[in-house]
């Protein structure tokens, strides 16, 4: 404690909850880290809470932040550790985790390095970073098991990618390799092979609007790629994480190798719960191009149902915004449209009103998918996705009354634009406490670069 007996601050009356429970009860920290539940306790520093909920800081395991393997002259991202982060905090996100891209001629391990020290430097949250694996090299499969014990036990690999085919012997064998040290494997799932025949016979019938950029990555293209991946993960054991599901026909493949008993775990993004594919039909339509693109309405009620049942283990952003006129750029034809917006500022409000609020999913299920089960799955539990003595003090202070409508143009990220623009949503951030520090009361943050820590992880163990 504080030389006057004070611990540093106290949250008081607010409805704790964690993923198996919830309670009205007092939150003591001191020192950055959650010291005390309940019981008599003073404070240098107080926030009342009653009528909130007091939920873990949310964990986001998967954003682009760091830029990929760009080349002179070559577009990226509009968000950076300083924006995107800044942006999480509003949102009640306090801790990320980036995906690496090493450039041409680094091994994962340099553009891991470089990285690092961007979000050391730069960053706002806590975070930790995927290496990306796009040459399967000996050298790439000697560093997997040197990153895993250095504290960096996942990597991630794009199945969309050309090169995956190429190479698939040295993936599987970069899988099996992950197992055996205990490493998570992320999967991008669609077939680069279908996608790039679908984008010919879309060209080759002179289709050339927005619209028709589903036809380019169609379900069948993330579906086979998920059937492969869940090969994968069968005969390599490596822990699996499919990225971004999409589709209730890969949901429905993930179940049945779920109930083989696999290591196999889905990712979701909430613009597969909230949208679908008839916002391609609207003037602007590119600005909701993702990858995979948006599907139809029965898609989205699967995930809604996977979230509800455990299917789905985690909601995650994969923030990548370009800005509106980047997104609507004319010279870009259905299958070159830039894929990515911004979301974390909004993702855990949204999830909170249209779900909580709705009762489609209970307060605890939402902690669990947006904090608890990702920071079990990438080594971080119980320092992060926790609320109990000696778990980092990251908490979100959430009013379920306060009404916003969504305008992207007000918020931090520099893409100017929402894909939930003009929505009107109720459940928002009061506070935002990132390891004892109150960083964000209401849309206004109060954090400076450099703050955050790059998170020790340890190997994967299964839930």
């Given at each position: 404690m504080n030389d006057n007996g004070n611990m540093d601050l106290i949250i008081k009356r607010g409805t704790v909850a964690t993923g198996s429970g919830a309670a009205v009860i007092d939150v003591g920290i001191e020192d950055g880290r959650i010291v005390q539940l309940g019981g008599t306790m003073t404070g240098s520093q107080q926030i009342d809470a009653e009528g909130m909920f007091v939920l873990p800081g949310g964990v986001d395991p998967h954003v682009h932040l760091t830029p990929p393997r760009t080349g002179p002259g070559e577009n990226s991202w509009a968000d950076d550790f300083e924006i995107g982060t800044r942006a999480a905090l509003a949102g009640g996100v306090t801790t990320v985790g980036n995906m690496s891209f090493p450039r041409k001629g680094e091994q994962m391990g340099e553009g891991l390095r470089r990285d690092i020290e961007d979000g050391r430097m730069n960053s706002l949250t806590d975070f930790f970073h995927h290496p990306v694996l796009l040459d399967p090299d000996e050298d790439a499969l000697k560093e997997l098991p040197e990153l895993a014990v250095e504290g960096h036990p996942s990597v991630k690999i794009f199945l969309s990618f050309k090169r995956f085919d190429r190479n698939v012997d040295s993936f599987l064998k970069a899988m099996r390799v992950a197992a055996e040290v205990g490493s998570v494997v992320l999967l991008h799932c669609e077939d680069a092979a279908l996608m790039g025949c679908c984008g010919e016979l879309v060209r080759d019938a002179g289709l050339?609007?927005?619209?028709?950029?589903?036809?380019?990555?169609?379900?069948?293209?993330?579906?086979?790629?998920?059937?492969?991946?869940?090969?994968?993960?069968?005969?390599?054991?490596?822990?699996?994480?499919?990225?971004?599901?999409?589709?209730?026909?890969?949901?429905?493949?993930?179940?049945?190798?779920?109930?083989?008993?696999?290591?196999?775990?889905?990712?979701?993004?909430?613009?597969?719960?909230?949208?679908?594919?008839?916002?391609?039909?609207?003037?602007?339509?590119?600005?909701?191009?993702?990858?995979?693109?948006?599907?139809?309405?029965?898609?989205?009620?699967?995930?809604?149902?996977?979230?509800?049942?455990?299917?789905?283990?985690?909601?995650?952003?994969?923030?990548?915004?370009?800005?509106?006129?980047?997104?609507?750029?004319?010279?870009?034809?259905?299958?070159?449209?830039?894929?990515?917006?911004?979301?974390?500022?909004?993702?855990?409000?949204?999830?909170?009103?249209?779900?909580?609020?709705?009762?489609?999913?209970?307060?605890?299920?939402?902690?669990?998918?947006?904090?608890?089960?990702?920071?079990?799955?990438?080594?971080?539990?119980?320092?992060?996705?926790?609320?109990?003595?000696?778990?980092?003090?990251?908490?979100?202070?959430?009013?379920?009354?306060?009404?916003?409508?969504?305008?992207?143009?007000?918020?931090?990220?520099?893409?100017?634009?929402?894909?939930?623009?003009?929505?009107?949503?109720?459940?928002?951030?009061?506070?935002?406490?990132?390891?004892?520090?109150?960083?964000?009361?209401?849309?206004?943050?109060?954090?400076?670069?450099?703050?955050?820590?790059?998170?020790?992880?340890?190997?994967?163990?299964?839930?």
């Open positions: 050339t609007s927005h619209r028709h950029y589903p036809e380019t990555r169609p379900v069948v293209a993330e579906r086979i790629a998920t059937e492969r991946a869940i090969g994968f993960c069968e005969i390599s054991g490596a822990a699996t994480y499919i990225v971004h599901l999409s589709s209730q026909a890969a949901l429905d493949v993930c179940r049945a190798g779920r109930a083989r008993g696999l290591p196999l775990y889905v990712e979701t993004r909430p613009i597969y719960l909230h949208l679908d594919r008839a916002r391609f039909e609207e003037p602007d339509g590119a600005k909701y191009a993702g990858a995979p693109p948006l599907r139809e309405e029965h898609d989205q009620e699967a995930l809604w149902a996977g979230v509800v049942d455990g299917a789905v283990s985690t909601v995650a952003t994969d923030h990548a915004p370009w800005t509106l006129e980047q997104k609507l750029d004319p010279a870009l034809g259905p299958a070159e449209l830039r894929q990515g917006m911004a979301e974390l500022e909004t993702s855990l409000p949204m999830l909170w009103s249209l779900g909580v609020a709705r009762k489609r999913i209970s307060v605890n299920r939402f902690v669990e998918v947006t904090s608890t089960n990702p920071a079990k799955l990438f080594g971080m539990y119980p320092q992060k996705g926790c609320i109990a003595p000696g778990s980092d003090a990251d908490l979100l202070v959430l009013d379920p009354n306060e009404t916003r409508t969504i305008d992207g143009s007000k918020m931090h990220s520099a893409a100017g634009y929402s894909p939930y623009d003009g929505w009107e949503i109720t459940g928002w951030p009061k506070f935002t406490v990132a390891r004892g520090e109150v960083v964000a009361e209401g849309s206004t943050v109060d954090a400076s670069p450099g703050r955050a820590r790059l998170v020790p992880r340890q190997l994967f163990e299964r839930p």
